[in-house]
């Protein structure tokens, strides 16, 4: 690791001075050096105090109100310190990422530790004759600063000592700092790849798949979901769209996790991925060099409503390679030589070739073929590419990808789901705890996980299923007094009216796509229900009357058809047309007519919640 060190450090050479991404405002000790602070706030008001020391530490360096154990914490911190920096040795089986996950995750952790944490560092750093042991100082002075910021009253100091600096790695550790002050603390430790970018003062290559190319994003120990996702929408290869999500998965693509498009952190979910290699005994520096982990940009879900297919490439792409790896499945041997037969013609072409598609059948299996021998799939795609019609719609390659994304749309919903995971459902007969929510272009699936007979494969079991199409309304985020959690309300028409409350850390973005497809829904409908009835000011007028629970059908979406708090449709029920208040109907979250037991059961919801006759 020596050879890292000299190749990260040339303390003698210039180089910037300054990073343009401190920005936050300083506090009162700006400018204080680090010995004058201290003086002021040391137990110990010795001159060696504050100054490089290889020997135990009696008690923390700071002298404030300690508790709850965090004083031993930070004393045997101080002999994690000492052995990363190389000024004890380190413990037979200990590595350097156990040290700096140790520091690191006190400090997430322990808010009192944090600035006895840095205090310690900086201790090393003042007047350290060991050139090898200031550099790893300095280090691990960045990976803390990627990680938990201090407190106002350590800021200026901590700003101060970094300014002071070596001239070439001072920029790497203010840009790590201002990332927290800005992103906030860390849930997690630092990775092995936090590591190796400390040492090198490199950015964190992070290569990111989408199915039909990919990019190399340039991180660090802050880089979110929605830092990425923006990237990717920048390449040209991409336009951006709704529903796309960051997955990391194992590099054998048995695991995958789902980290989302917002703002959770990447480098938190490596982590997870890399201590489960550690407990196998995996050395941290075959983790840093061998990743056990990738990034790929996928659809997550699909809207309710008919999408215009960008990244329709992507999209297929993906697709077909669920169906390579058996993440889906067909079971309806017809369709599946129909997409054995769209494939053959996308990658080879309207000429049919016998001997192409064996080759096809062969190399790329898909799931669902078991059931049939190569032979039998060649006899039945034949049979599907020869036929009259097939040959006759003279569809296009980029036809075909829409059809079976929309195949994929309406019979792989599941798949085509973002999960939340973790959630505590209130509803009006009773409470469901850890249970998983579901959301695509049906709606919201409520499961929990089930444990496989004889330690077979969890399985999904429905708690409740709550499509759009019954949706009244989406309330907003808000706290819970008692517990202080963040959820919201959904309202059906499933029972008259039904509200279920979704209490989860993830409450924010779960609203979020809940609300945009619910109001997506509504905007796109020419369906409304009157909330109570209306009368025309006079027969034969422009005006339509109508009684509650009517449906009245407009003839433009409803987000184009209010013009001023008034609207035009046709009543159903007496085929008349005329305008009306758009206040005194009701949207239905509808994309075609709801069938009359969903027309039954808004009226009921309708007659509880609407008003007097008008």
Request: charged share 20%; net charge negative; aromatic share 10%.
């Amino acid at each position: 690791m020596s050879e890292e060190v000299d190749r990260a450090f040339n303390f003698l050479g210039g180089g910037p001075t300054d990073s343009p991404l401190v920005r936050k405002a300083r506090s009162s000790n700006k400018g204080m050096p680090f010995t004058t602070f201290a003086a002021n706030f040391f137990q110990d008001k010795s001159e060696g105090a504050a100054k490089y020391s290889r020997s135990a530490l009696l008690g923390p360096l700071l002298k404030q109100i300690w508790g709850d154990g965090d004083s031993e914490r930070v004393t045997t911190c101080w002999l994690s310190i000492l052995r990363f920096l190389g000024d004890l040795p380190c413990k037979s089986g200990v590595s350097n990422l156990q040290l700096v996950q140790h520091v690191c995750n006190t400090g997430i952790t322990r808010p009192n530790t944090r600035d006895e944490l840095y205090c310690q560092i900086c201790k090393q750093l003042t007047e350290n004759p060991n050139r090898a042991s200031t550099a790893r100082a300095w280090i691990l002075l960045a990976l803390c600063c990627g990680s938990f910021p201090p407190s106002d009253n350590f800021l200026g100091v901590l700003e101060t000592q970094i300014e002071n600096g070596p001239p070439l790695y001072k920029p790497f550790v203010q840009e790590r700092l201002a990332r927290t002050l800005k992103m906030g603390v860390r849930k997690l430790p630092p990775t092995a790849l936090e590591i190796a970018s400390a040492f090198s003062k490199n950015p964190i290559e992070l290569p990111v798949f989408f199915f039909s190319g990919s990019i190399v994003f340039q991180g660090d120990s802050q880089t979110t979901a929605a830092e990425v996702t923006a990237a990717l929408f920048d390449d040209p290869r991409l336009t951006k769209d709704y529903g796309y999500s960051l997955y990391m998965c194992s590099r054998n693509m048995e695991q995958m996790t789902s980290i989302g498009a917002g703002q959770s952190n990447i480098m938190e979910v490596a982590y997870l991925y890399e201590s489960l290699l550690e407990q196998k005994g995996t050395d941290w520096t075959a983790i840093r060099d061998n990743l056990p982990w990738c990034l790929i940009f996928r659809k997550e879900t699909f809207a309710p409503w008919i999408e215009r297919y960008v990244n329709m490439d992507a999209i297929y792409l993906q697709i077909m390679d669920g169906l390579e790896r058996g993440a889906l499945s067909c079971d309806d041997a017809g369709r599946m030589a129909l997409i054995l037969a769209q494939r053959y013609h996308i990658l080879a072409g309207p000429d049919f070739d016998r001997d192409k598609l064996l080759h096809q059948l062969k190399m790329t299996p898909l799931s669902g073929m078991e059931k049939k021998s190569n032979e039998q799939w060649m006899e039945a795609v034949t049979a599907v590419y020869t036929q009259e019609e097939y040959q006759t719609k003279n569809t296009s390659p980029g036809e075909m990808k829409v059809e079976l994304i929309t195949f994929a749309k309406t019979n792989w919903t599941r798949h085509f789901s973002k999960r939340f995971m973790n959630c505590n459902v209130v509803t009006e007969d009773g409470q469901h705890d850890n249970v998983t929510v579901l959301v695509n272009g049906y709606g919201l699936i409520i499961v929990e996980e089930s444990k496989g007979f004889g330690g077979g494969q969890n399985r999904d079991v429905d708690i409740a299923a709550l499509p759009f199409t019954q949706f009244a309304d989406v309330g907003s985020v808000q706290k819970d007094r008692a517990t202080s959690k963040s959820f919201f309300e959904v309202t059906c028409v499933q029972y008259g009216k039904s509200k279920y409350a979704f209490f989860c850390d993830e409450a924010s973005d779960l609203h979020s796509l809940v609300d945009h497809y619910f109001r997506g829904c509504c905007f796109r409908s020419k369906y409304v229900m009157a909330m109570c009835s209306y009368r025309a000011p006079a027969d034969n007028s422009a005006f339509l009357s109508f009684e509650q629970g009517d449906v009245i059908i407009l003839p433009k979406i409803w987000a184009e058809a209010d013009s001023g708090g008034w609207c035009n449709g046709v009543c159903e029920r007496t085929k008349k047309q005329g305008d009306f208040p758009s206040a005194n109907v009701f949207v239905l979250p509808a994309l075609s007519r709801p069938d009359a037991n969903v027309i039954a059961l808004f009226a009921k919801y309708c007659t509880i919640q609407g008003g007097d006759e008008i």
